[in-house]
T-cell receptor, first 117, second 114 residues
Framework: AQTVTQSQPEMSVQEAETVTLSCTYD???????LFWYKQPPSRQMILVIRQEAYKQQNATENRFSVNFQKAAKSFSLKISDSQLGDTAMYFC??????????????FGQGTTLQVKP | ETGVTQSPTHLIKTRGQQVTLRCSSQSGHNTVSWYQQALGQGPQFIFQ???????GRGNFPPRFSGLQFPNYSSELNVNALELDDSALYLCASSLPGQQADGYTFGSGTRLTVV
């Protein structure tokens, strides 16, 4: 069964500093995708970054990067040069690919990140 | 600007009533999914529709049902509402085959059952 675990319910970081959010997952499939979503108080779930499991290179999107450790089933998010607008709840999510794809995203419990001025 | 629009934004219903939530998908997205997000939790997959047919379902009872229309708008219907149905309901759309792209989410409908 697919599971996604985020072990940090809350984190805080000073503006301009770097913070890392942790995520571990479990699946018996080889074809899957991993995502980090951001949910600000506006409630809309916004895609931050994605990683295809078959790619060894870690994904990077501007200030956001991931550390994807497939063997350890770990998928952490690093936010560099944190900004006040990064304050939000962050969710790690997994989706199966190929013939196993039902469109189902499995989300973790979320990490609330507060960026302090 | 989000391409997925949900209505209403907030709703209060009484236990035992029925409710219909609506979603207008992003243009060209013919796959839509619905999620239930309890307060302080991650979203839980309810079901997915593709070309007006349900093609994936999470662990939700049959009183949760849906429809998708030819214009790719969709509805989530919940019968016999229970207090535990109080949650944020999110609609998300995607292009078929774009598995790596994740979904585009709406801002949700906050349902309160009293």
């Amino acid at each position: 069964a697919q599971t996604v675990t985020q072990s940090q319910p809350e984190m805080s970081v000073q503006e301009a500093e770097t913070v890392t959010l942790s995520c571990t997952y479990d699946t018996s499939e080889n074809n899957y995708y991993l995502f980090w979503y951001k949910q600000p108080p506006s409630r809309q779930m916004i895609l931050v970054i994605r990683q295809e499991a078959y790619k060894q290179q870690n994904a990077t999107e501007n200030r956001f990067s991931v550390n994807f450790q497939k063997a350890a089933k770990s998928f952490s998010l690093k936010i560099s040069d944190s900004q006040l607008g990064d304050t939000a709840m962050y969710f790690c999510a997994q989706r199966l690919g190929g013939s196993s794809n039902t469109g189902k995203l499995i989300f973790g419990q979320g990490t609330t990140l507060q960026v302090k001025p | 600007e989000t391409g997925v629009t949900q209505s209403p934004t907030h709703l209060i219903k009484t236990r035992g009533q029925q409710v219909t939530l609506r979603c207008s998908s992003q243009s060209g997205h013919n796959t839509v999914s619905w999620y239930q997000q309890a307060l302080g939790q991650g979203p839980q997959f309810i079901f997915q529709y593709y070309r007006e047919e349900e093609n994936g379902r999470g662990n939700f009872p049959p009183r949760f049902s849906g429809l998708q229309f030819p214009n790719y708008s969709s509805e989530l219907n919940v019968n016999a509402l229970e207090l535990d149905d109080s949650a944020l309901y999110l609609c998300a759309s995607s292009l078929p085959g774009q598995q790596a792209d994740g979904y585009t989410f709406g801002s949700g409908t906050r349902l309160t059952v009293v």
